[in-house]
C-alpha cells in the first residue's frame, strides 16, 4: 500500500481563493480593506523572508498590508506603544507580531498587550482560554491548518484515536484542544512519554510536531493512519550539496509505505500557515464591522 500525499498547497490555494473572494466583498460593503499590520523587530533573515511573504500574501488577496520595522535595539516600551496604536486603529483588524523577538524583551509581555480580537495569530492567553472551554476566538494558524486538512480528507472526525507528538503553545495543545472539540479521543506526547512506537502504533490520526528530524518511522503508524507532519528541519549538507535538504518530523519515505494519507515536507502544512492567516484576519474584520459573516464556508 502506498499512501495519498496531501497535498497542502493546493488545498491552501483553494481557500487563498476563497479569502480573496470574500476580502472583495468586505471592501464592496464598507468602503475600506481589511488589514492586517505585521511587527517585525531586528533583523533576523527568517523572519524577514516570513514577513516579505505575508505582506505579499495579503496584498494578493485584496487586503492591506502594513508593514512595521523596528531596530533591534528598540526598548520594549517603543513595540508596546507600537501594538497600542494599532490596537485603536480601526484600518487594523489583525495584528501580528513577528517572533522571535529579541532577547531584551519579554515576549508574552508583548503578545498579551494584542487586543484579542486582533489576536488573528491565536496567541493570546484570551483566545486560548476562549479555545479551551470551546467559545470562539482565535486559533493559532497551523493547527487550525491541520484540522482543515484532516477534515477535507476524512469528514467526520468523532471517534478517532489521535496522538499529538508535541505539547507546545503555538502548535501541540491547541491542536490537541481542536481534536478534542471534534470529539476524537486525544493523547498528547511529549519528551518523557514512554513506548511512543507503541502509543503511535493505535492512533488514527498522528500529528507530529516535535522538531525531530524523522522522528516517527513507518513501522510506529497503524496501518492505514491519517499522518500530519507539522515539522520542519534542515539536515547537514551532505558531500557536494550546497545546504541540507528540508524533512519533516516523520519519515516520509517508510511512512508511505503504512500510512492511508500523509503530509509531506515542503508542500503539506507550511503552505496552510499563510492562508490561514488571511483567514483569520478576514474574520477579524468581518466581525468589526459587524457583518454576518459563514464562517465555515471559509
Request: aromatic share 4%; glycine share 10%; net charge negative.
Amino acid at each position: 500500500m502506498t499512501a495519498e500525499v496531501i497535498d497542502g498547497r493546493a488545498f491552501a490555494f483553494a481557500l487563498r481563493e476563497r479569502v480573496s473572494e470574500y476580502a472583495h466583498r468586505f471592501e464592496a460593503e464598507t468602503g475600506r480593506q481589511a488589514g492586517l499590520a505585521v511587527v517585525l523587530v531586528g533583523e533576523d533573515p527568517a523572519s524577514q523572508v516570513y514577513v516579505r511573504a505575508k505582506g505579499k500574501a495579503t496584498i494578493e488577496a485584496g487586503m492591506a498590508s502594513f508593514e512595521h520595522r523596528l531596530a533591534a535595539d528598540s526598548s520594549e516600551s517603543e513595540l508596546l506603544a507600537l501594538v497600542e496604536t494599532l490596537n485603536a486603529d480601526p484600518l487594523v483588524d489583525g495584528i501580528l507580531v513577528q517572533l522571535p523577538l529579541p532577547d531584551h524583551m519579554d515576549e508574552a509581555a508583548v503578545i498579551a498587550a494584542i487586543l484579542p480580537d486582533k489576536d488573528v495569530d491565536g496567541f493570546t492567553v484570551v483566545n486560548a482560554g476562549r479555545l479551551a472551554v470551546g467559545l470562539s476566538g482565535f486559533v493559532p494558524c497551523t493547527p487550525l491548518g491541520c484540522l482543515m486538512l484532516l477534515k477535507d480528507r476524512l469528514g467526520d472526525l468523532s471517534g478517532l484515536d489521535a496522538v499529538v507528538i508535541g505539547r507546545s503553545n503555538i502548535v501541540g495543545k491547541p491542536m490537541a484542544q481542536l481534536l478534542l472539540q471534534e470529539s476524537c479521543t486525544v493523547t498528547v506526547a511529549h519528551s518523557r512519554t514512554r513506548d511512543l512506537p507503541e502509543l503511535v502504533r493505535r492512533a488514527d490520526i498522528v500529528i507530529a510536531a516535535v522538531g525531530r528530524p524523522e522522528l516517527v518511522k513507518g513501522h510506529w503508524l497503524k496501518p492505514g493512519a491519517t499522518v500530519i507532519d507539522v515539522g520542519i528541519n534542515r539536515l547537514p549538507a551532505a558531500q557536494g550539496e550546497a545546504k541540507g535538504r528540508l524533512v519533516g518530523d516523520v519519515d516520509f519515505g517508510s511512512a508511505l509505505q503504512v500510512a492511508g494519507a500523509v503530509t509531506p515536507v515542503p508542500g503539506g502544512v507550511g503552505p496552510m500557515t499563510i492562508a490561514v492567516l488571511l483567514r483569520n484576519t478576514l474574520v477579524a474584520a468581518y466581525r468589526s464591522a459587524g457583518l454576518p459573516l459563514a464562517e465555515e464556508a471559509i
